[in-house]
């Protein structure tokens, strides 16, 4: 890629960035953006009301298990349709292009029969959720503002002590998971050493405001046709354990003490499967520069979550090293 296309398309990022943070930083959990999306959707076309659709929405929205793609189908067409004496395409054609003028450069959207909606996050925009997981919502304006609620803090804020018992520090069940936490942190600070990223400040040892250090210039998680770099298998597996952690976040049926372990060593396996087949260093630093940063967010992404569960959720030390 030339000087001048990596310019354009970092001038692209960014502006996109700014125009989504806001709405990145209300909305979270991708799941809960869509539910906010169909239940305007269906105030305007339906007779339901949108706080009966949040009440009901965990029985008419699903991921779909292609981890190749961030997609979730909805039902409620099929599920309203008699209600709202409408043949269910008819309700869903309906619902879709109200998505589509509002929220088009979002998802992509698409009606399968008998009435379903697809609604696939587009590249760009999940190129910005991964870049506010790894880095928060406001570098790009050169503020220095991390997720708070992930373990993350402002430069200069006072910080709350994590108080934790002797006995919980290298909890033998959740080792796994610290030590995938403590590989992400060794991994980014080697390439902050190396030149592949800057950190605001050098080893951070002190503070567990780890990324908001990182410094404000977007990661290249795009290329020239604007399609996302991480396109491995473990890549997208790692993205999409990503996505199903942040939205059971949201989801108190899912947020049992039992149900985060799991989903934090399914988050650390998966790291692990992506560390051993995707490199960043050697050949692929040298012939695909691009390639090996957009990896580096991911890492920084998949450290920003495992140290919220650690911390946050399961009340466990999070290790900058073992």
């Known amino acids: 890629m030339s000087e001048n296309q990596q310019i354009r398309n970092k001038d692209l990022f960014t502006q996109k960035y700014v125009h989504y943070r806001l709405l990145i930083s209300k909305y979270i959990a991708i799941k809960w953006l869509i539910y906010g999306y169909l239940a305007n959707a269906l105030s305007i076309y339906t007779k339901t009301n949108k706080n009966i659709y949040t009440e009901d929405k965990k029985t008419h929205l699903y991921k779909d298990r292609n981890d190749m793609r961030v997609m979730y189908i909805s039902g409620m067409a099929l599920r309203l349709s008699k209600s709202q004496n409408k043949k269910p395409m008819e309700l869903a054609n309906a619902i879709a292009s109200h998505l589509s003028a509002i929220c088009g450069d979002v998802f992509s959207i698409q009606i399968v029969p008998p009435g379903l909606i697809h609604l696939e996050l587009t590249h760009s925009c999940l190129a910005l959720w991964l870049q506010s997981l790894a880095v928060g919502h406001s570098e790009v304006d050169g503020e220095s503002e991390g997720w708070g609620k992930w373990g993350m803090r402002r430069v200069g804020d006072q910080e709350k ?10 909890p033998n069940s959740l080792f796994a998971v610290q030590y ?28 567990p405001a780890f990324w908001s250090l990182i410094s404000s210039n977007p990661l290249p998680w795009l290329n020239c046709d604007g399609k ?33 372990k799991k989903a934090a060593l399914n988050l650390s396996r998966a790291f692990e499967n992506f560390w051993c087949n995707c490199r960043i260093w050697g050949e692929v ?11 580096l967010g991911l890492i920084m992404a998949t450290q920003s979550v495992l140290k919220f569960l650690l911390e946050d959720k399961l009340e466990v030390f999070a290790p900058l090293e073992l």
């Open 180 to 207: 995938a936490h403590a590989r992400c942190c060794s991994l980014i600070l080697l390439a902050h050493q190396e030149g592949l990223i800057k950190l605001r400040e050098p080893v951070p040892n002190t503070s």
């Open 161 to 170: 002590c994590l108080i934790l018992k002797e006995d919980s520090k290298f």
């Open 228 to 260: 996302l770099h991480l396109n491995h298998p473990d890549e997208r597996r790692l993205i999409a354990e990503l996505v199903q952690v942040v939205d059971n976040m949201k989801c108190p049926e899912v947020s049992s003490c039992l149900n985060l």
């Open 285 to 295: 630093k040298i012939t695909s520069l691009e390639l090996a940063q957009a990896r």
